[in-house]
């Protein structure tokens, strides 16, 4: 067969490597970031290429990767001498660790930007030497549980090449964007090896789940798995499927007491059965779409996923950078990066009706919100900032 059991070795060939760096870079590192066509992949290399810093997008998936596509990734270590390797949710590299250990031998560092929970995307047992950062302030300590002792808190950002302050005209009062997670339900359920049979007693954990502060629903589900057997991955897939039916019991109980003629939906065909008799628009695309759109949306409707028990999603961030007005659901995490002034919060649905009314009357309060989040956005949050945060990590002070 022509897949490689491991990488390239050292000694034997030791001619596809370069030497091993002897000293951090002295200014911002050449980055070697490995994209696997996933979030933030338009971002880090913008972000990178703003500080200064020279970056090399290499796409490699360690899941179909053969031995020429190490080797080719060896020469392109080798002819771009990076000083640091970056990736987002630990993709690139393999789960065996080789990866990691290779670039360990050319004491090349790695940082791995986690923007999902990490329980669903690793498996438990050590995980290599890399700087690892997490979205989320919740999610520190279950990623040195699962075997990392460098991590750090690093939230989402903006990027103000798509998200920058834009006049536009208001052609909608209030606007939710959004997917229904239909596409994600059925995914996790195919993959626990369960049934629809089973969603009703899914839904029933899913709902403590929004009751609990636990990032995982492992504790909801034990009589479950022993029940049908369930190996490990099955079970950790049924998780993920609590997660996700929590996200959309969520979003769906907060659209309902909603809907009026005031209120559209936009996302996938999953909310024609969702939400009958709601004013229903098609998807957006991020890039091209959802900056004018919030910008030329009175009140736009943030709701969290359940994977996120404090934590901040990317709307935070992007609605009030384009010039959008954002009611949020919230979230403690709000209090760590912007003032009170800054943002408008919601407890539960009825606050949330409550407030899209009142702030759908006062237009020019939602500027002043809207003015004091941007000077906070593009000051502190934009993804600029995140790297140089991760460049002082892995290299002290240097940035």
Known sequence: PTVLARPANLR????????????????????LFLDAGYYLGQEIPRAAEALKAKVKRWAFDPLRAEGQAYRALLEEIKEFRPELVLTVNHLGLDAQGLLVNVFARLGLPIASWFVDSPI??????????AFVFSWDLDYVEPLKALGFDKVDYLPLATDPHYFAPKKASLVREAAFVGDSLTAATEKYLRLSGLS???????????????????????????ALVEREGLSPTQARSLWALITWRASRLYRVKILKALIGPGLSVHG??????????????????????????????????NVTS??????????????????????????????????????????GPAEAKALMAKYLRLPKERERIVAKAQARIFGEHVYARRLEKIFRRVFGSQS
């Open 12 to 31: 034997l060939d030791g001619s596809l490597y370069p030497p091993k760096l002897a000293a951090r870079p002295p200014k911002a590192p050449r980055t």
């Open 120 to 129: 669903y995307i690793l498996e438990p047992g050590p995980q290599g030497d």
């Open 196 to 222: 629809q049979g089973h969603l009703p007693q899914i839904d029933s954990m899913a709902k403590n789940f929004l009751k609990n502060e636990d990032l995982i629903p492992d504790r909801l589900a034990p």
């Open 268 to 301: 996938d065909s999953g909310w024609l059965s969702l939400l009958p008799g709601a004013s229903l628009g098609g998807q957006l695309g991020y890039y091209r779409d959802l900056a004018d759109f919030y910008r030329s949306t009175a009140v736009n409707l």
């Open 306 to 347: 359940a994977q996120m028990k404090t934590g901040l999603n990317q709307r935070v961030f992007d609605a009030p950078a384009a010039g959008g007005f954002l009611l949020t659901d919230s979230r403690a995490q709000l209090a760590n990066l912007f003032a009170p002034d800054e943002y408008v919060a919601y407890d």
